[in-house]
Protein backbone atom coordinates (compact mmCIF):
# COMPACT_ATOMS: atom_id res chain seq x y z
CA UNK A 1 0.00 0.00 0.00
CA UNK A 2 1.04 3.28 -0.87
CA UNK A 3 0.52 6.91 -0.13
CA UNK A 4 1.24 9.37 -2.59
CA UNK A 5 1.45 12.91 -0.87
CA UNK A 6 0.93 15.29 -3.99
CA UNK A 7 1.84 18.83 -2.19
CA UNK A 8 4.83 19.40 0.21
CA UNK A 9 7.93 21.34 0.96
CA UNK A 10 10.94 18.96 1.37
CA UNK A 11 13.51 21.84 1.87
CA UNK A 12 11.52 23.36 5.00
CA UNK A 13 10.26 20.40 6.13
CA UNK A 14 14.14 18.78 6.64
CA UNK A 15 14.56 21.76 8.78
CA UNK A 16 11.97 20.49 10.98
CA UNK A 17 12.14 16.38 10.92
CA UNK A 18 14.78 13.69 10.00
CA UNK A 19 13.84 12.38 6.74
CA UNK A 20 15.90 9.65 7.21
CA UNK A 21 13.75 8.57 9.81
CA UNK A 22 10.44 9.29 7.57
CA UNK A 23 11.80 7.00 5.37
CA UNK A 24 12.62 4.40 7.23
CA UNK A 25 9.24 4.66 8.48
CA UNK A 26 7.58 4.37 4.83
CA UNK A 27 10.22 1.21 4.26
CA UNK A 28 7.49 -1.07 4.90
CA UNK A 29 4.29 1.19 3.24
CA UNK A 30 5.28 2.72 0.19
CA UNK A 31 5.49 6.45 -0.51
CA UNK A 32 5.69 8.87 -3.53
CA UNK A 33 5.21 12.45 -3.38
CA UNK A 34 5.59 15.71 -5.21
CA UNK A 35 7.82 19.14 -3.43
CA UNK A 36 7.68 21.92 -4.73
CA UNK A 37 10.67 25.11 -4.33
CA UNK A 38 9.98 28.91 -5.75
CA UNK A 39 13.97 30.38 -5.42
CA UNK A 40 17.04 29.20 -7.06
CA UNK A 41 18.87 28.55 -3.34
CA UNK A 42 15.49 26.53 -2.62
CA UNK A 43 15.64 24.62 -5.79
CA UNK A 44 19.41 23.80 -5.45
CA UNK A 45 18.67 21.92 -1.83
CA UNK A 46 15.49 20.69 -3.00
CA UNK A 47 17.78 19.00 -6.23
CA UNK A 48 20.29 17.36 -3.39
CA UNK A 49 17.40 16.46 -1.18
CA UNK A 50 15.85 14.70 -4.21
CA UNK A 51 19.14 12.93 -5.23
CA UNK A 52 20.00 11.86 -1.53
CA UNK A 53 15.95 10.82 -0.87
CA UNK A 54 13.89 10.67 -4.26
CA UNK A 55 15.15 7.00 -5.12
CA UNK A 56 14.40 5.44 -1.63
CA UNK A 57 10.89 7.77 -1.64
CA UNK A 58 9.42 8.33 -5.31
CA UNK A 59 9.87 12.16 -4.80
CA UNK A 60 8.99 14.25 -7.85
CA UNK A 61 10.59 17.81 -7.93
CA UNK A 62 8.86 20.77 -9.21
CA UNK A 63 9.57 24.61 -9.59
CA UNK A 64 7.27 27.45 -9.93
CA UNK A 65 6.71 31.09 -9.36
CA UNK A 66 4.93 31.64 -6.08
CA UNK A 67 1.91 33.67 -6.05
CA UNK A 68 2.83 35.33 -2.92
CA UNK A 69 6.00 36.30 -4.69
CA UNK A 70 5.79 36.23 -8.25
CA UNK A 71 9.56 36.85 -9.11
CA UNK A 72 9.42 37.24 -12.65
CA UNK A 73 12.63 36.88 -12.96
CA UNK A 74 13.12 33.70 -12.26
CA UNK A 75 11.36 32.68 -15.63
CA UNK A 76 14.62 31.97 -17.48
CA UNK A 77 15.72 29.87 -14.46
CA UNK A 78 12.24 28.01 -14.64
CA UNK A 79 12.56 27.47 -18.38
CA UNK A 80 16.06 26.16 -18.38
CA UNK A 81 15.45 23.47 -15.90
CA UNK A 82 12.48 22.77 -17.93
CA UNK A 83 14.82 22.89 -20.95
CA UNK A 84 16.88 20.65 -18.91
CA UNK A 85 14.72 18.13 -17.57
CA UNK A 86 15.33 18.70 -14.03
CA UNK A 87 11.66 18.86 -12.81
CA UNK A 88 8.36 17.06 -13.09
CA UNK A 89 6.28 20.06 -12.81
CA UNK A 90 5.66 23.94 -12.81
CA UNK A 91 4.54 25.51 -9.71
CA UNK A 92 2.99 26.48 -7.88
CA UNK A 93 1.83 29.38 -9.59
CA UNK A 94 -1.95 30.89 -9.62
CA UNK A 95 -3.42 33.51 -7.60
CA UNK A 96 -3.92 34.51 -3.99
CA UNK A 97 -5.59 37.53 -3.26
CA UNK A 98 -6.22 35.98 0.49
CA UNK A 99 -4.71 39.42 2.02
CA UNK A 100 -4.64 43.11 0.85
CA UNK A 101 -0.99 43.18 0.55
CA UNK A 102 -1.34 39.80 -2.27
CA UNK A 103 -4.53 41.38 -4.10
CA UNK A 104 -1.84 44.48 -4.44
CA UNK A 105 0.04 42.29 -6.65
CA UNK A 106 -2.12 41.21 -9.38
CA UNK A 107 -0.40 42.22 -11.72
CA UNK A 108 2.56 40.72 -11.75
CA UNK A 109 0.77 37.70 -10.35
CA UNK A 110 -1.21 37.13 -13.66
CA UNK A 111 1.84 37.19 -15.73
CA UNK A 112 3.49 34.74 -13.63
CA UNK A 113 0.44 32.86 -13.97
CA UNK A 114 0.56 32.71 -17.84
CA UNK A 115 4.77 32.33 -18.29
CA UNK A 116 3.67 29.35 -15.56
CA UNK A 117 0.68 28.29 -18.13
CA UNK A 118 2.85 28.81 -21.46
CA UNK A 119 5.90 26.67 -20.27
CA UNK A 120 3.74 24.04 -18.64
CA UNK A 121 1.83 23.60 -22.42
CA UNK A 122 5.09 23.52 -24.33
CA UNK A 123 7.29 21.57 -22.08
CA UNK A 124 4.29 19.13 -21.88
CA UNK A 125 4.51 19.17 -17.91
CA UNK A 126 1.82 19.19 -15.45
CA UNK A 127 1.27 22.80 -13.16
CA UNK A 128 0.32 22.97 -9.44
CA UNK A 129 -2.08 25.61 -9.08
CA UNK A 130 -2.13 27.49 -5.49
CA UNK A 131 -5.41 29.71 -5.76
CA UNK A 132 -7.07 31.64 -3.10
CA UNK A 133 -10.06 33.76 -3.77
CA UNK A 134 -9.19 34.17 -7.37
CA UNK A 135 -11.12 30.94 -9.22
CA UNK A 136 -12.97 33.68 -11.72
CA UNK A 137 -9.43 33.93 -13.45
CA UNK A 138 -9.48 30.03 -13.72
CA UNK A 139 -12.58 30.23 -15.52
CA UNK A 140 -11.11 33.00 -17.51
CA UNK A 141 -8.34 30.94 -18.73
CA UNK A 142 -9.77 27.49 -19.73
CA UNK A 143 -8.59 27.89 -23.10
CA UNK A 144 -5.47 28.37 -21.87
CA UNK A 145 -5.31 25.92 -19.40
CA UNK A 146 -6.81 22.61 -21.52
CA UNK A 147 -3.52 22.93 -22.95
CA UNK A 148 -1.57 22.05 -20.03
CA UNK A 149 -1.46 18.06 -19.89
CA UNK A 150 -2.84 17.89 -16.21
CA UNK A 151 -3.76 20.86 -13.88
CA UNK A 152 -3.43 19.68 -10.07
CA UNK A 153 -5.74 22.17 -7.71
CA UNK A 154 -3.50 22.07 -4.50
CA UNK A 155 -5.33 22.26 -1.25
CA UNK A 156 -8.69 22.95 -3.29
CA UNK A 157 -10.44 25.90 -1.22
CA UNK A 158 -13.35 25.90 -2.89
CA UNK A 159 -16.40 23.38 -3.31
CA UNK A 160 -18.00 19.98 -5.34
CA UNK A 161 -19.67 22.27 -7.94
CA UNK A 162 -17.14 24.81 -8.33
CA UNK A 163 -14.74 21.55 -9.16
CA UNK A 164 -17.24 19.87 -11.30
CA UNK A 165 -17.27 23.12 -13.38
CA UNK A 166 -13.82 23.08 -14.06
CA UNK A 167 -13.60 19.83 -15.35
CA UNK A 168 -16.93 20.78 -17.38
CA UNK A 169 -14.56 23.42 -18.82
CA UNK A 170 -12.40 20.69 -20.46
CA UNK A 171 -9.36 21.07 -18.22
CA UNK A 172 -7.91 17.69 -17.07
CA UNK A 173 -7.96 18.87 -13.26
CA UNK A 174 -7.07 16.98 -10.20
CA UNK A 175 -8.03 18.57 -6.84
CA UNK A 176 -5.73 17.93 -3.54
CA UNK A 177 -6.86 17.98 -0.24
CA UNK A 178 -4.92 18.29 3.09
CA UNK A 179 -5.67 18.24 6.42
CA UNK A 180 -8.24 20.67 6.68
CA UNK A 181 -10.58 17.40 6.02
CA UNK A 182 -8.94 17.20 9.95
CA UNK A 183 -10.13 20.14 10.75
CA UNK A 184 -13.89 19.97 10.02
CA UNK A 185 -13.73 22.55 6.39
CA UNK A 186 -17.08 22.02 4.79
CA UNK A 187 -15.65 22.82 1.05
CA UNK A 188 -12.71 20.04 1.32
CA UNK A 189 -15.26 17.35 3.19
CA UNK A 190 -17.83 17.52 0.45
CA UNK A 191 -15.48 17.53 -2.17
CA UNK A 192 -13.46 14.72 -1.10
CA UNK A 193 -17.49 12.97 -0.99
CA UNK A 194 -18.40 13.81 -3.84
CA UNK A 195 -16.03 14.05 -6.38
CA UNK A 196 -15.12 11.39 -8.50
CA UNK A 197 -12.41 9.13 -7.28
CA UNK A 198 -10.53 9.52 -10.48
CA UNK A 199 -10.24 12.82 -9.76
CA UNK A 200 -8.59 12.90 -5.99
CA UNK A 201 -5.28 13.42 -4.68
CA UNK A 202 -4.23 14.31 -0.98
CA UNK A 203 -1.27 16.12 0.56
CA UNK A 204 0.22 16.97 4.01
CA UNK A 205 1.63 20.57 2.48
CA UNK A 206 4.19 20.09 5.05
CA UNK A 207 5.48 21.25 6.98
CA UNK A 208 2.79 23.83 6.80
CA UNK A 209 -1.18 23.67 7.22
CA UNK A 210 -1.26 22.69 10.66
CA UNK A 211 -3.59 22.01 13.16
CA UNK A 212 -4.43 23.98 16.41
CA UNK A 213 -1.25 23.35 18.93
CA UNK A 214 0.84 22.03 16.53
CA UNK A 215 4.29 23.63 15.46
CA UNK A 216 4.69 22.12 12.04
CA UNK A 217 3.07 19.08 9.75
CA UNK A 218 5.39 15.97 9.57
CA UNK A 219 4.99 14.73 6.37
CA UNK A 220 3.84 11.33 8.43
CA UNK A 221 0.64 12.88 8.73
CA UNK A 222 -0.33 11.74 5.30
CA UNK A 223 -1.53 8.31 6.69
CA UNK A 224 -4.26 10.73 8.95
CA UNK A 225 -5.38 12.47 5.63
CA UNK A 226 -6.02 9.04 3.92
CA UNK A 227 -7.47 7.56 6.79
CA UNK A 228 -10.14 10.52 7.03
CA UNK A 229 -10.41 10.23 3.08
CA UNK A 230 -11.18 6.32 3.65
CA UNK A 231 -14.18 7.56 6.12
CA UNK A 232 -15.73 10.07 3.77
CA UNK A 233 -16.41 7.76 1.12
CA UNK A 234 -17.10 4.62 2.99
CA UNK A 235 -14.31 3.04 0.89
CA UNK A 236 -11.34 0.49 2.69
CA UNK A 237 -8.14 2.47 2.70
CA UNK A 238 -5.93 0.20 0.69
CA UNK A 239 -8.53 1.36 -2.37
CA UNK A 240 -8.04 5.09 -1.60
CA UNK A 241 -4.41 4.50 -1.61
CA UNK A 242 -4.44 2.44 -4.99
CA UNK A 243 -6.60 5.06 -6.24
CA UNK A 244 -4.54 7.87 -5.20
CA UNK A 245 -1.54 6.62 -6.25
CA UNK A 246 -2.97 5.92 -10.00
CA UNK A 247 -4.16 9.63 -10.44
CA UNK A 248 -0.29 10.59 -9.09
CA UNK A 249 1.06 8.57 -11.98
CA UNK A 250 -0.98 10.11 -14.78
CA UNK A 251 -0.50 14.13 -13.72
CA UNK A 252 3.28 13.40 -12.77
CA UNK A 253 4.99 10.30 -14.31
CA UNK A 254 5.89 12.23 -18.00
CA UNK A 255 9.29 12.52 -18.46
Known amino acids: MTYCDSHFHLVQSASYESLDSFAGAFDQQGFRGCTCSHSEEE ?16 LKGAFGLHPQNPDLSLAPFLENLLREKRIDAVGESGFDFFTPEFRSDRFRQDEAWHISLELSASYGLPVVIHD ?27 GPREALAILNHGINAYFSFGKALLNGNKKSIACVAELPLERLL ?42 AERNFSLVFDRQ
Open 43 to 58: FLRQEALLLEFGGRLG
Open 132 to 158: RKALDLIFRDAALLKKVPAALFHSFAF
Open 202 to 243: FETDAPYQTLKGEDFTPLGDIRLVYQKASELRACPLEEVCSL
